[in-house]
T-cell receptor, first 113, second 112 residues
Framework: NAGVTQTPKFQVLKTGQSMTLQCAQD?????MYWYRQDPGMGLRLIYY???????DKGEVPNGYNVSRLNKREFSLRLESAAPSQTSVYFC????????????FGPGTRLTVL | QKEVEQNSGPLSVPEGAIASLNCTYS??????FFWYRQYSGKSPELIMF????GDKEDGRFTAQLNKASQYVSLLIRDSQPSDSATYLC????????????FGKGTHLIIQP
C-alpha cells in the first residue's frame, strides 16, 4: 500500500515549456487535490476533484489545468511554465471531500528558469 | 476570504517540556480541524484531527478546540528533539467548500 505517489520528484523547466505532474493513490479515495507550497505562503489549493469525473478551481488555479483520469489518478498540467510557478507541488487525497483527513504525496520540487 | 493564522515562530522549547502551538480561524462555520507535522523537505503528515469542542488526546499530543473563540491548539507533552518540525493548522468548512485552508505553520525547535 503505497498511499499517494507523485512523479517526478524534481523537475527543471525553461520559461514557456510545458509539463504534467502525475499523482496516483491506492487508498480507493474519492477526492484528490493539488496544492503548491511556497516559502512564507503556506499550502495553497490549486485544483481539486471531489469525485471521479469532477474538477473545481481552488485558490490559485491560473496557469494550470487538471485531469481526473480515473479514480486513482489526478494530473496537473502547466501549459506554459513561468518563473512564478517555481514551487513545491503536493498531491493529496481523502476518502470524501468534506471533513475527511487528507493524505499527502511526497511532493514535486519544480524550478522554472 | 477564509483565514487561518499561526505564529510563524520559531518556538523554542526545552526537551521534556510542554510545547503549545496555537491557531485561530476566521470562518465561524468551520467544522473540522487538523494538525499536520512537516519536516524540512518532506510532505505534511497528519498528527491529529478534532471536530468537537474540548480536548482530544492521542499519546503525547492533545488537541484543544474552542469554537466560540475560533481557536484550536496543539499541546505536545514530554517534547523530544524529533518533534522539531513545522506544525500546520488546517481548517475545513465542510458543506461543499473547496478543501482545507492551511495556516502558514509554526516552526518548533526542541532544544536538547
Amino acid at each position: 500500500n503505497a498511499g499517494v505517489t507523485q512523479t517526478p520528484k524534481f523537475q527543471v523547466l525553461k520559461t514557456g515549456q510545458s509539463m504534467t505532474l502525475q499523482c496516483a493513490q491506492d487508498m480507493n479515495h474519492n477526492s484528490m487535490y493539488w496544492y503548491r507550497q511556497d516559502p512564507g505562503m503556506g499550502l495553497r489549493l490549486i485544483y481539486y476533484s471531489a469525485s471521479e469525473g469532477t474538477t473545481d478551481k481552488g485558490e490559485v488555479p491560473n496557469g494550470y489545468n487538471v485531469s481526473r483520469l480515473n479514480k486513482r489518478e489526478f494530473s496537473l498540467r502547466l501549459e506554459s511554465a513561468a518563473p512564478s510557478q517555481t514551487s513545491v507541488y503536493f498531491c493529496a487525497s481523502s476518502e470524501w471531500h468534506n471533513t475527511d483527513t487528507q493524505y499527502f504525496g511526497p511532493g514535486t520540487r519544480l524550478t522554472v528558469l | 476570504q477564509k483565514e487561518v493564522e499561526q505564529n510563524s515562530g520559531p518556538l523554542s522549547v526545552p526537551e521534556g517540556a510542554i510545547a503549545s502551538l496555537n491557531c485561530t480561524y476566521s470562518d465561524r462555520g468551520s467544522q473540522s480541524f487538523f494538525w499536520y507535522r512537516q519536516y524540512s523537505g518532506k510532505s505534511p503528515e497528519l498528527i491529529m484531527f478534532i471536530y468537537s469542542n474540548g480536548d482530544k488526546e492521542d499519546g503525547r499530543f492533545t488537541a484543544q478546540l474552542n469554537k466560540a473563540s475560533q481557536y484550536v491548539s496543539l499541546l505536545i507533552r514530554d517534547s523530544q528533539p524529533s518533534d522539531s518540525a513545522t506544525y500546520l493548522c488546517a481548517v475545513h468548512s465542510g458543506g461543499g467548500a473547496d478543501g482545507l485552508t492551511f495556516g502558514k505553520g509554526t516552526h518548533l525547535i526542541i532544544q536538547p
